[in-house]
């Protein structure tokens, strides 16, 4: 007998029904779900089966049997032949995810998962399969939503357990000192206060946005004896961040807007520098950083945009290292090309997306595995979708 979906109950000789999500049978034996686990039953213990829908393509059941084997990639082949001939097989598309999250094909679970929830709203294995898909993408939030709605349709022990992993991210104890500071060539009390409350307020802000923060006190180096200067400088000219934030301030009695910007800045170098363990390129670690600054996210966009259209980009894989060895002007199209890439991650897979790529460095992936775990897209992929974007519409 072909596989079928939808199997209600099993009636068993000894008087016993089990209520299945699914069941059918299979060689000597009666295969079944149940709250999302796969079991099976000797045909002879079974007296009948009661099912509630036609039989679907056979396909599904090898496939089934494929993934129980742990052959990921032989599953997913039969399931988009199902697909293919019923592009609405709600058990297709969900073998389609469980095979893609094994193979680590975060993405593609992501769109089957969804598709199995738009054709079946009340699928509690479909919404359970999403949160897995969002979970491994870093989109923490997502996941819960349909981890939540996965139990309120069935209820599932190992559901649970996932919503409980995924739950928000507990801010760090705010009872013990976040920054300390420390005085280089003169104390100047007022504005050490007031740079205080500056960092602990941006401090709150970035654990909001990425998720994570710094469980150890900064140490932050207010320079008095190095002149600040209030214009557009290059960054490197303007504080040094090695775990610790230094900052020239002579001249400034309280902070100005630009002091604002750089001590935001260089508290965005400590939060990755925490999260990555120094497993962060440079061009990322200065996109970071500026997007967090504060300010027009595309404002470099225009003069990369120029630099792209006369084929003077740099490759982002060349910008990995310190850009101290570049010229001065390879230096600032550099700083520019590290907001312009960040904006287009931004612009292609939201803020999490970031969020995502900053974790799996965090998880010591290397770089060129990093960006497809966490875009879906590699690094010569990356750069051309960024630089298709800049020499048409980005930036005029």
Known sequence: MPA???????????GSVIDADRAWYEGGQVRYEKNGGRFGLPRGLVQRLEQRSEPVDPAIALATARLDAGDSQD??????????????????????????????????????????VRLDERGALSHALLGDALAALGDRAGAQTHYHRSLELRPDPQVERKLAEVAPLAAPPT???????????????????????ALTE???????????????????????????RDGRVPYWAEGVNDGMIRV????????????????RHELAHSFLAWRTGGNCPTWLQEGVSQWLEGGDLAREDAAVSAAARHRR?????????????LSEADATLAYAQSLSAVAHIIRRRGEAGVVRLINALGD?????????????????????????????????
């Not at 941006?202 to 320079?223: H, S, Y």
């Open 4 to 14: 079928t979906a939808g199997a209600d109950r099993i009636f068993l000789t000894n």
């Open 75 to 116: 599953a997913l082949r039969l399931a988009r032949q199902a697909l293919s001939r019923d592009p609405l097989s709600v058990l297709a598309h969900q073998i389609a995810a469980r095979a893609c999250l094994a193979l680590r094909d975060n993405w593609s679970a992501q769109e089957a998962a969804s598709r199995a």
């Open 175 to 197: 009872h013990g000192p976040q920054f300390r500071i420390r005085y280089d060539g003169g104390t100047n009390e007022p504005l050490g206060v007031a740079v205080l409350e």
């Open 202 to 228: 941006a401090r709150a802000e970035f654990v909001k946005r990425l998720g994570f923060g710094p469980d150890e006190p900064i140490t932050v180096v207010l320079q008095a004896e190095a002149d600040f």
């Open 248 to 263: 020239p301030v002579r001249g400034l009695e309280r902070p100005t807007p630009r002091l604002l910007k750089v001590l």
């Open 313 to 325: 980009l740099l490759p982002l894989l060349s910008l990995e290292g310190p850009f101290q060895s």
């Open 364 to 396: 010591r992936l290397p770089s060129e595995e990093a960006l497809p775990v966490a875009l879906a897209l590699s690094y010569p992929e990356f750069q051309t979708s960024w630089e298709e974007y800049l020499t048409s519409s980005g930036g005029l």
